[in-house]
């Protein structure tokens, strides 16, 4: 993971990470749902041992992909709410590519802090992968 984390995590609340293309319309997505306290944007699950930029990600075999931390409370919105939000504006099927970007940086993902979260996240992939066999 290589976002800069520059919003420190407060007690009780969560984090994840979701990388659905352009981070700037994942971004605009978090945080309108109540109970998001912070969004940032960066980059994520790269094969390069470097400090991605724009233009590393964009014109270098790197692997980034353009990925958005969400800070959340789970009193407020759930873990699966906001993978329902996710899964609605992706398509899970490409490679690659979200809507007309191309390229690495666009390949979707979902990274996890934690065992706990990893669970649902896996359960939940699982739900939507059926939807597309």
Not at 52 to 64: A, E, R
Request: with cysteine; net charge negative; proline share 4%.
């Amino acid at each position: 993971m290589v976002l800069k984390q520059t919003y420190i995590l407060p007690e009780r609340a969560q984090e994840i990470y979701f990388a659905g293309g352009c981070f700037w319309g994942m971004e605009k997505l978090y945080q309108s749902i109540s109970g998001v306290l912070y969004v940032e944007s960066g980059y994520a699950n790269g094969k390069k041992d470097i400090v991605p930029d724009y233009n590393s990600v964009v014109f270098g075999d790197t692997g980034y992909r353009e990925t958005v931390r969400v800070v959340y409370e789970p009193w407020q919105v759930s873990l699966e709410q906001l993978l329902t939000a996710f899964f609605y504006v992706i398509d899970p099927t490409v490679k690659k590519q979200q809507g007309n970007d191309t390229g690495d940086q666009y390949q979707t993902g979902i990274y996890y802090p934690d065992e706990g979260s990893g669970r649902i996240v896996k359960a939940f992939a699982e739900k939507e992968k059926k939807k597309h066999h």
